[in-house]
């Protein structure tokens, strides 16, 4: 089955509904002045902490992954945010390299995994990708550009990946068959007017599952 990451959750109203859409994971930008999704670690333990309180009281539901989406930052600090937060993963999506993602490792709270974005450009680009230290690789056209790469360059990697860059509900049936990706993650394709829309959030977990909403 095909992994589901919603990514960029910001606001309050965000967080019950990425709980009622029921993705595998959930994503947050963490101090990426870039980003209008960004927060900060304490805005991130808040919004990780709400999270925790409509999953308790909806004990049926199974527990969504928390992911910290970083760019560049301290080791130290995103460590220290994985902890305060409770997070399940931390994304790596700036220039971070095989020694960054070692020290950080013997760095996070045990169990923490890490995913490597990449941006394919080349077919030689796959050599990169498997070679990574990372447990999962994200495959991406840019940091929350909104838009595809080809995706003939995912071909050569046989490793397991994410999906990202210009997915939508609509579109997502159509990757999936020609990509096979472990995992897709999406952002601005479930979102209306710049903010998180609960009914795309629903279709795009019910698209990537092959099922009706």
């Known amino acids: 089955m095909t992994r589901v990451k919603l990514c960029g959750m910001f606001r309050d109203e965000d967080i019950p ?3 009622d859409a029921a993705p595998d994971l959930c994503g947050f930008v963490v101090e990426v ?9 304490e805005r991130l333990v808040e ?20 992911v910290g989406v970083f760019v560049n930052a301290p080791i130290p600090y995103v460590a220290r945010a994985a902890e305060a ?7 790596l999506h700036g220039n971070e390299n095989r020694p960054y993602i070692d020290a950080l490792r013997g760095r996070l709270p045990r169990g ?15 050599v990169r990708i498997e070679e990574s230290h990372a447990d999962l690789v994200l495959l991406d056209a840019g940091q929350g ?28 049936a159509e990757a999936i068959r020609e990509v096979s990706p472990w995992g897709v993650d999406m952002s601005s394709g479930i979102e209306t007017d710049g903010v998180k829309d609960p009914e795309k959030m ?12």
Do not use: H
């Open 33 to 41: 002045p870039s980003s209008p999704r960004s927060v900060s670690v």
């Open 47 to 66: 919004l990780c902490s709400l999270m925790d309180a409509i999953e308790s009281a909806e004990a049926a539901r199974s527990r969504i992954g928390r």
């Open 17 to 19: 509904a990425v709980v």
């Open 112 to 126: 923490v995994r890490i995913i490597q974005a990449f941006r394919p450009r080349v077919p030689a680009d796959a």
């Open 85 to 91: 937060a409770g997070l399940d993963l931390v994304q």
């Open 145 to 172: 550009s909104g838009t595809a790469f080809d995706w003939s360059l995912a071909a050569p990697v046989t490793r397991p990946f994410l999906l990202a860059g210009g997915l939508a509900p609509e579109t997502l």
């Open 202 to 213: 629903k279709a795009a977990v019910a698209a990537a599952r092959g099922r009706s909403v």
